[in-house]
């Protein structure tokens, strides 16, 4: 997922995304995706589990 914000403090960098000109730092976090997904579409649907 790719958003534009301020930098999450202590993510590790762990790439980099070009962006036409821009080259931006991929970082990497860990999150529970049942405090930031709507149940009726997720983000992660259990059919890529497989």
Do not use: H, N, Y
Not at 20 to 47: H, K, N, W, Y
Request: negative net charge; hydrophobic residues 45%.
């Amino acid at each position: 997922m790719l958003f534009e914000a301020e930098p999450i403090k202590g993510a590790p960098p762990i790439g980099r995304v070009a962006v036409d000109t821009l080259m931006l730092p991929l970082l990497g976090i860990q999150l529970d995706p049942a405090r930031v997904e709507d149940p009726r579409c997720p983000l992660f649907p259990d059919s890529l589990a497989q």
